[in-house]
Structure formats: structure tokens, C-alpha cells
């Protein structure tokens, strides 16, 4: 499976203050709307409360006297309390919910540019599924924690906090009846909590895995298609959809348990409060002189009890929030912290021209630091000459690429442009002088020309157009409905191989690179299209040194220089004719290619003759 399940994904701690320290840093920038939301929160969380006074104070003072006018007084007091407080949860929702988007704003970003800087060494080892998982699942939980947890939860303590001073204001006798549930509500929630804890981490593992799983099959669809593994496929996905469905599932039981029993729980309380505040009723003259309980007291108990056990429930949803927050973070930060990077220097060497001079000297590399992929790698390239590299698959060809374009770093030896080493030159810089063209084209949604100039200002279209018509390319964009507007679609879905293959070349040559390198760039391209891009290309490498890997030998055979790759190491260098004449290594691949090439014809011819 693309994503599996580690099992320091599911545990962990249930609150970190060092995670909670770097979450809280995102609110830095917005701390007076922070203080702001809280002030208001606060003032909000003592405007409910004072309602069940104010009921106190109508059924004692005016409803048992039969004083009309002061019941009304207390009316619009009690209108304009609400009034104040529907306003202030206005204020209050608005503000943390803007807090919330301006803070996963901040987060997304600050995600999306470190992995812009990671090395390719890290892709090669994190499936993109769960990458995008990062950015969005994990950041939506942190946007929770931050609009609806941090603030939210001062407003349901200091709720309590207001409820329960106006209880023990009001009678100390009932209010600790009220609170002898108390311990009963702990343990409920305690154990919720501890129980939701685990299954909400493993949604969270199982979302990524999910993310992961999608993005693979939906990207390799036409493999599953061609050897009927839909089937398969269907029942892999059912297997871990079934996961996620069973972890969300046990989460819901536990909220179905969770809420019936606070439920009851505000039940047994109210009992409470009405078995002893009823047996202890007396008139409010007499709780004046010598206290006791009044009717007004008994019933703003009612009120207050259903009250104070919102916020509790509230409290418990929002350490669910807390909890999703710390997992994600957990991950989020996992990303953000790690340094998979090829190291730039300190102070860059500044070229203000690259002429293009490549030196090889004694490279060895391997990518696990262990097995070599390149040993011993010696050879020069010099301005404006085409370096053709040639071997089996595995050979190490793709890697001189990696190297030269510094994705990876030499284990030892070294690789230079001009006469210096890449590690002494900015990546920018180094990567500006280099183009590519790789045999897996990746075209962007958008129009033709975003992706022949990739949003650069400084390719304007009339320098689109020339590359374009230098490689061939005009020929199919000017058949286009709308030219070089035309939407290209995700990874160029409207357009054929050939098609993307010429796009990928004018991207290329629009650059004007002193580097140009050709990874298995004609692979996927027929015969004639090829023949159109070699003719358009040949004055176009004039100047520029050109690196060419390819299979077929007929489209490099006027390099000036052929190096053979075996396992690793250059065993043949030289040209076409040179390398012919030595009978090696290059010989016998070329009298391959040339066999196979006359026994297609044959077929061909043989085809062509029964079918006339």
C-alpha cells in the first residue's frame, strides 16, 4: 500500500505544549484580534447567565407581587441583554472565524513552500496522496482549533466560571447539591475522551491512506484497465474505505453514548435541585430576613443547570478538536521539519554567462549510500559539443542528469560548469542555464502558452511563438481553436504524446539555456516527428553543449562524443564511427538495434503484401 499505517501516527501524546507552542506562533501576527475575540467572548459568556438572575429577580420581586410595570421593566432588560448577546456572538463568530482562515492561509503557504525547497529524494519516498493529505485534511483540523478551539473554549470556562458564581451567589446550599453529579460528569468524560482519542487519530492515518491510494490508482487507471485489475482495485479500496468507515463509525458510537449520558447526567441534577429546593421553599421576604429557597431561586437553578452543562459538553468537543489539532500538527510539522534538501552555499559564485564547459571528474553516487550507481564517472564536455550517453536501463544514465542539475549531491569526486564545482553555484542560477526535456512530459492545466512559458514575464508570446516554430510545434497549436489560449487540460489530456513531446521542446528552447539536455526525449515520438524535431534542433544546439540519453542510436550517431554506461561505469567513449570500429560494448548494441529494425521492416513489408 502507497501510504501505510506507522504506528507513531496513531499514538502519541494526548496534549504537547512543544506542539501547541509552534501552532500557537501562527496567531502572532493577529494577536490584538485574538485579545479582541477573547474580551468579547468573555463579556458574551457572562451575558447568558445573568438571564436566569434576571428571572429570579421577575418571579420574586414582580410576579408574586402582581407589579405589572416592573415586570416590563425587567422585560426589556431582559430583551436588551439578549439583544447585547446575539451581537456579541456575531462579533465573536466572525472574528475567530476570520482568525481561522487567516491562520491555515499562513499555514498552507508556509507547507507549500517547503516543499517547493525539498530535495527530490524526499518525493522519492513520500507517495503524493499523502503529501496532499498534509496541505489539506490536517490543515482544515488545525482550522478548527483555531476558530472554534482556542478562543471558544476561554468563552465555555469562563460560562462556567459566571454559572457557577451567580449559583453560589444566589444559595451555597442548592449550588452544592447541583454539584454533586460533578463527579459522575468526570469520569463520563474523561473515558469519552480517552476512547475518541484513538479513534480519531486513526481517521486521520486512514484519510491519508485513502488520499494515497486514490491518487495512485486514478493516475495508473489505464494499467489497471489494460490488465483487468479493476476488479482488484475495487477490493483494495473497499478494504481500506471499510477501515475508515469502522474507525468513523466507533467514533459516532461514542458521541451516541457521550450526549445521552450528559444528557441524563443534567437529568439526575435537575432532580436534585427540585427534590431539595422544593422541600426548602419559602416565601422571598423570608430568604431576605433568614435565607432559604424562593420559587425564583428554584426555577433560575432550573435554568442555570441546563446552562452549565452546555459548556461542559462543549469543553469536550473542543479537546476533540484538540486532539485532531495535535495529530495533524504532529504530521504537518513532520513535514515542515524535514531538512531532505541538497544544501545551498553560503556565498554562490556569480556567472554572469554560462558557456556551457561540463566536467565529470571521478563522480561515484549512490542514493542510499551504499550501493553505487556511478563509479569512477569521468568525462568533459565542451561548449556548443552534443554528449550522447548510452547504456542499458539501470546504467546510470538518468543520474549524470540528477547530478549535473544538482536534484542529488556527488558522494565523491566532483561536477563542474565552467571550471566550477555545481555546489559553489546558487540552484537558481545553475538550473536557469539548463533546460530539459524528458521522455514523461508534465503539462500544467492551463493555456498552451503558461506552459511553453510557465508564467515567466519575461517570455512574451512572440518568443512562444519562435520556439514553438523552431521545434515544429506551430503546426498542430496553429490547428487549435483558440492557439496558444488553448486550455491544454491536467497533464495535457487533449493532446497527443507527440504533441505534448514538441510542447515540452518549445518550453525548452523558449529558456535559452547554455545546457540542453535530452533524457529519452524521442522515445515516445514517431519516426517523422522525430525526424522534425532533429532537423529543427540541429542549428538551435549550435553554441549550446547538449546532453543526449537515448535508446535508439540512429538519432545520435552525429554526437561528438558517445559515452557507453555498464553498471555504473564509462566503459566506451568516442564517436559513432570510433565506437563501431572498437567492436565493443556499442557495437553489439547497435548491430541489436539495427537487426531489430530490419526484421520490423520485413514484417512490415510482409504485412503490406498480403494485404495488397
Given at each position: 500500500?502507497?501510504?501505510?499505517?506507522?504506528?507513531?501516527?496513531?499514538?502519541?501524546?494526548?496534549?504537547?505544549?512543544?506542539?501547541?507552542?509552534?501552532?500557537?506562533?501562527?496567531?502572532?501576527?493577529?494577536?490584538?484580534?485574538?485579545?479582541?475575540?477573547?474580551?468579547?467572548?468573555?463579556?458574551?459568556?457572562?451575558?447568558?447567565?445573568?438571564?436566569?438572575?434576571?428571572?429570579?429577580?421577575?418571579?420574586?420581586?414582580?410576579?408574586?407581587?402582581?407589579?405589572?410595570?416592573?415586570?416590563?421593566?425587567?422585560?426589556?432588560?431582559?430583551?436588551?441583554?439578549?439583544?447585547?448577546?446575539?451581537?456579541?456572538?456575531?462579533?465573536?463568530?466572525?472574528?475567530?472565524?476570520?482568525?481561522?482562515?487567516?491562520?491555515?492561509?499562513?499555514?498552507?503557504?508556509?507547507?507549500?513552500?517547503?516543499?517547493?525547497?525539498?530535495?527530490?529524494?524526499?518525493?522519492?519516498?513520500?507517495?503524493?496522496?499523502?503529501?496532499?493529505?498534509?496541505?489539506?485534511?490536517?490543515?482544515?483540523?488545525?482550522?478548527?482549533?483555531?476558530?472554534?478551539?482556542?478562543?471558544?473554549?476561554?468563552?465555555?470556562?469562563?460560562?462556567?466560571?459566571?454559572?457557577?458564581?451567580?449559583?453560589?451567589?444566589?444559595?451555597?446550599?442548592?449550588?452544592?447539591?447541583?454539584?454533586?453529579?460533578?463527579?459522575?460528569?468526570?469520569?463520563?468524560?474523561?473515558?469519552?475522551?480517552?476512547?475518541?482519542?484513538?479513534?480519531?487519530?486513526?481517521?486521520?492515518?486512514?484519510?491519508?491512506?485513502?488520499?494515497?491510494?486514490?491518487?495512485?490508482?486514478?493516475?495508473?487507471?489505464?494499467?489497471?484497465?489494460?490488465?483487468?485489475?479493476?476488479?482488484?482495485?475495487?477490493?483494495?479500496?473497499?478494504?481500506?474505505?471499510?477501515?475508515?468507515?469502522?474507525?468513523?463509525?466507533?467514533?459516532?458510537?461514542?458521541?451516541?453514548?457521550?450526549?445521552?449520558?450528559?444528557?441524563?447526567?443534567?437529568?439526575?441534577?435537575?432532580?436534585?435541585?427540585?427534590?431539595?429546593?422544593?422541600?426548602?421553599?419559602?416565601?422571598?421576604?423570608?430568604?431576605?430576613?433568614?435565607?432559604?429557597?424562593?420559587?425564583?431561586?428554584?426555577?433560575?437553578?432550573?435554568?442555570?443547570?441546563?446552562?452549565?452543562?452546555?459548556?461542559?459538553?462543549?469543553?469536550?468537543?473542543?479537546?476533540?478538536?484538540?486532539?485532531?489539532?495535535?495529530?495533524?500538527?504532529?504530521?504537518?510539522?513532520?513535514?515542515?521539519?524535514?531538512?531532505?534538501?541538497?544544501?545551498?552555499?553560503?556565498?554562490?559564485?556569480?556567472?554572469?554567462?554560462?558557456?556551457?564547459?561540463?566536467?565529470?571528474?571521478?563522480?561515484?553516487?549512490?542514493?542510499?549510500?551504499?550501493?553505487?550507481?556511478?563509479?569512477?564517472?569521468?568525462?568533459?564536455?565542451?561548449?556548443?559539443?552534443?554528449?550522447?550517453?548510452?547504456?542499458?536501463?539501470?546504467?546510470?544514465?538518468?543520474?549524470?542528469?540528477?547530478?549535473?542539475?544538482?536534484?542529488?549531491?556527488?558522494?565523491?569526486?566532483?561536477?563542474?560548469?565552467?571550471g566550477i564545482n555545481v555546489k559553489d553555484l546558487s540552484g537558481a542560477q545553475l538550473r536557469k542555464s539548463i533546460a530539459i526535456v524528458m521522455q514523461d512530459v508534465f503539462l500544467f492545466s492551463g493555456s498552451v502558452h503558461y506552459n511553453i512559458s510557465l508564467g515567466d514575464e519575461n517570455i512574451q508570446i512572440e518568443k512562444v511563438?519562435?520556439?514553438?516554430?523552431?521545434?515544429?510545434?506551430?503546426?498542430?497549436?496553429?490547428?487549435?481553436?483558440?492557439?496558444?489560449?488553448?486550455?491544454?487540460?491536467?497533464?495535457?489530456?487533449?493532446?497527443?504524446?507527440?504533441?505534448?513531446?514538441?510542447?515540452?521542446?518549445?518550453?525548452?528552447?523558449?529558456?535559452?539555456?547554455?545546457?540542453?539536455?535530452?533524457?529519452?526525449?524521442?522515445?515516445?515520438?514517431?519516426?517523422?516527428?522525430?525526424?522534425?524535431?532533429?532537423?529543427?534542433?540541429?542549428?538551435?544546439?549550435?553554441?549550446?553543449?547538449?546532453?543526449?540519453?537515448?535508446?535508439?542510436?540512429?538519432?545520435?550517431?552525429?554526437?561528438?562524443?558517445?559515452?557507453?554506461?555498464?553498471?555504473?561505469?564509462?566503459?566506451?567513449?568516442?564517436?559513432?564511427?570510433?565506437?563501431?570500429?572498437?567492436?565493443?560494448?556499442?557495437?553489439?548494441?547497435?548491430?541489436?538495434?539495427?537487426?531489430?529494425?530490419?526484421?520490423?521492416?520485413?514484417?512490415?513489408?510482409?504485412?503490406?503484401?498480403?494485404?495488397?
Amino acid at each position: 500500500m502507497a501510504a501505510d499505517i506507522h504506528e507513531e501516527e496513531i499514538l502519541g501524546k494526548a496534549y504537547d505544549a512543544r506542539l501547541m507552542r509552534r501552532l500557537l506562533h501562527y496567531l502572532k501576527p493577529y494577536w490584538l484580534q485574538v485579545i479582541f475575540a477573547v474580551l468579547i467572548t468573555i463579556i458574551y459568556a457572562g451575558m447568558g447567565p445573568l438571564r436566569p438572575y434576571l428571572t429570579k429577580i421577575a418571579i420574586d420581586s414582580y410576579i408574586e407581587k402582581g407589579n405589572t410595570a416592573g415586570l416590563f421593566n425587567i422585560i426589556l432588560i431582559l430583551f436588551g441583554v439578549i439583544s447585547v448577546q446575539a451581537f456579541l456572538r456575531y462579533g465573536s463568530s466572525y472574528l475567530t472565524q476570520w482568525i481561522g482562515q487567516k491562520t491555515i492561509f499562513d499555514v498552507r503557504m508556509q507547507i507549500f513552500g517547503h516543499l517547493q525547497k525539498l530535495g527530490v529524494k524526499y518525493f522519492d519516498k513520500n507517495p503524493v496522496g499523502r503529501l496532499v493529505t498534509r496541505v489539506t485534511n490536517d490543515v482544515e483540523a488545525l482550522n478548527d482549533l483555531f476558530s472554534s478551539g482556542i478562543v471558544m473554549a476561554f468563552g465555555d470556562i469562563f460560562t462556567i466560571i459566571w454559572i457557577l458564581s451567580f449559583m453560589f451567589s444566589l444559595s451555597a446550599k442548592l449550588a452544592f447539591v447541583t454539584l454533586t453529579v460533578l463527579p459522575i460528569l468526570v469520569y463520563i468524560t474523561l473515558l469519552f475522551r480517552k476512547k475518541v482519542r484513538s479513534s480519531y487519530r486513526q481517521i486521520r492515518v486512514l484519510i491519508a491512506r485513502i488520499n494515497a491510494f486514490l491518487q495512485e490508482h486514478i493516475s495508473g487507471v489505464i494499467v489497471d484497465q489494460l490488465y483487468n485489475r479493476e476488479g482488484k482495485a475495487f477490493r483494495n479500496f473497499d478494504e481500506v474505505n471499510g477501515k475508515l468507515q469502522d474507525a468513523n463509525i466507533k467514533s459516532v458510537f461514542y458521541y451516541a453514548l457521550f450526549y445521552p449520558a450528559v444528557e441524563l447526567t443534567s437529568a439526575i441534577a435537575i432532580g436534585l435541585i427540585i427534590w431539595f429546593g422544593g422541600s426548602h421553599l419559602v416565601p422571598e421576604e423570608f430568604v431576605r430576613l433568614h435565607g432559604g429557597i424562593s420559587l425564583g431561586i428554584l426555577i433560575a437553578f432550573l435554568q442555570y443547570t441546563e446552562q452549565f452543562f452546555t459548556p461542559i459538553r462543549d469543553l469536550s468537543e473542543k479537546y476533540n478538536i484538540l486532539q485532531t489539532a495535535m495529530a495533524s500538527s504532529e504530521r504537518i510539522f513532520r513535514v515542515i521539519d524535514d531538512k531532505t534538501v541538497v544544501p545551498e552555499t553560503k556565498s554562490p559564485v556569480d556567472i554572469k554567462q554560462v558557456k556551457g564547459k561540463i566536467d565529470f571528474r571521478n563522480v561515484w553516487f549512490a542514493y542510499d549510500d551504499e550501493n553505487y550507481v556511478l563509479k569512477d564517472v569521468s568525462f568533459t564536455g565542451n561548449p556548443g559539443e552534443t554528449i550522447a550517453i548510452v547504456g542499458a536501463t539501470g546504467a546510470g544514465k538518468t543520474s549524470i542528469v540528477n547530478l549535473l542539475m544538482r536534484f542529488y549531491d556527488v558522494n565523491k569526486g566532483g561536477v563542474f560548469i565552467d571550471g566550477i564545482n555545481v555546489k559553489d553555484l546558487s540552484g537558481a542560477q545553475l538550473r536557469k542555464s539548463i533546460a530539459i526535456v524528458m521522455q514523461d512530459v508534465f503539462l500544467f492545466s492551463g493555456s498552451v502558452h503558461y506552459n511553453i512559458s510557465l508564467g515567466d514575464e519575461n517570455i512574451q508570446i512572440e518568443k512562444v511563438r519562435e520556439a514553438a516554430k523552431l521545434v515544429g510545434a506551430s503546426e498542430f497549436i496553429d490547428r487549435l481553436p483558440n492557439l496558444y489560449d488553448e486550455d491544454v487540460k491536467e497533464r495535457g489530456a487533449a493532446l497527443s504524446v507527440g504533441q505534448k513531446q514538441l510542447i515540452s521542446f518549445a518550453r525548452a528552447l523558449a529558456y535559452d539555456p547554455s545546457i540542453l539536455i535530452l533524457d529519452e526525449a524521442t522515445a515516445n515520438i514517431d519516426t517523422e516527428t522525430e525526424e522534425m524535431i532533429q532537423e529543427a534542433t540541429l542549428n538551435l544546439l549550435k553554441g549550446r553543449t547538449s546532453i543526449v540519453i537515448a535508446h535508439r542510436l540512429s538519432t545520435i550517431q552525429h554526437a561528438s562524443k558517445i559515452i557507453v554506461l555498464h553498471k555504473g561505469e564509462i566503459r566506451e567513449q568516442g564517436t559513432h564511427q570510433q565506437l563501431i570500429a572498437q567492436g565493443g560494448i556499442y557495437y553489439r548494441l547497435y548491430q541489436l538495434q539495427y537487426k531489430d529494425q530490419e526484421r520490423l521492416a520485413r514484417k512490415r513489408q510482409s504485412a503490406e503484401t498480403l494485404g495488397s
